[in-house]
């Protein structure tokens, strides 16, 4: 059963555009998200989160989107960079109401920016 | 930045040998500590949580006398894979909270385990 899904595995974007990664999840109780950046042969990198009480939440290139009632995130980047190149994962926790710890991660996003 | 540590980075052994993995954080005290396995090209799944001092809670289907959690210190947790075998190769990943500071889980770089 995965409660959280990247539907996309790939995405390949141009340099200097926008990207958009998206995230579904299923479980009522997620309360808070978070996206991370992974390279290969490395443990996440931390980018950014949002509390279910926002519906937008923004850190320099990196916008994170969240509409409750879809159960329907997304990530934005602008403009993408040859650096941004990595797999994103989302995962989602109770946190919030239930001081649930545990994140649920998608199966992640491959993004890959051409120069 | 807050930074998490795991040794070795990669390890292989042969079948019903055991493995240890530590788990560090280098700059910060971690309340809780996680434990992930993942398997190529899949998500991140969560083994089992350790706070400092008490017993790790596992997740449901992962055998608790299989993958043995010690989390002694503030700085330190290990997993000891026992009596490994080959289905048990996989990458092991660790996080590490402060749960004063109410940072994010900062994640270690992994652990890749190969079971002959």
């Known amino acids: 059963d995965q409660q959280v899904k990247q539907n996309s595995p790939s995405l390949s974007v141009q340099e200097g555009r926008i990207s958009i990664l998206n995230c579904d999840y299923t479980?009522?109780?997620?309360?808070?998200f978070l996206w991370y950046k992974k390279y290969p042969a490395e443990g996440p990198t931390f980018l950014i989160s949002?509390?279910?009480?926002?519906d937008k939440n923004e850190d320099g290139r990196f916008t994170v989107f969240l509409n409750k009632s879809a159960k329907h995130l997304s990530l934005h980047i602008v403009p993408s960079q040859p650096g941004d190149s990595a797999v994103y994962f989302c995962?989602?926790?109770?946190?919030?109401?239930?001081?649930?710890?545990?994140?649920?991660f998608g199966t992640g996003t491959r993004l890959t920016i051409i120069p | 930045g807050a930074v998490v540590s795991q040794h070795p980075s990669w390890v292989i052994c042969k079948s019903g040998t055991s493995v240890k993995i530590e788990c560090r954080s280098l700059?910060?005290?971690?309340?809780?500590m996680f434990w992930y396995r993942q398997f190529p090209k899949q998500s991140l799944m969560l083994m089992a949580t350790?706070?400092?001092?008490?017993?790790?809670?596992?997740e449901q289907g992962v055998e608790k006398d299989k993958f043995l959690i010690n989390h002694a210190s503030l700085t330190l947790s290990t997993l000891t894979v026992t009596s490994a075998h080959p289905e048990d190769s996989s990458f092991y990943i660790c996080?590490?909270?402060?749960?004063?500071?109410?940072?994010?889980?900062?994640f270690g770089p992994g652990t890749r385990l190969t079971v002959t």
């Open positions: 996080s590490a909270r402060n749960l004063a500071t109410r940072d994010e889980q900062y």
């Open positions: 479980n009522s109780m997620f309360d808070y």
């Open positions: 949002i509390s279910s009480i926002k």
């Open positions: 995962a989602a926790s109770a946190r919030r109401r239930f001081g649930n710890e545990k994140l649920t």
């Open positions: 700059d910060f005290q971690a309340t809780t």
């Open positions: 350790s706070n400092e001092g008490s017993k790790a809670t596992y």
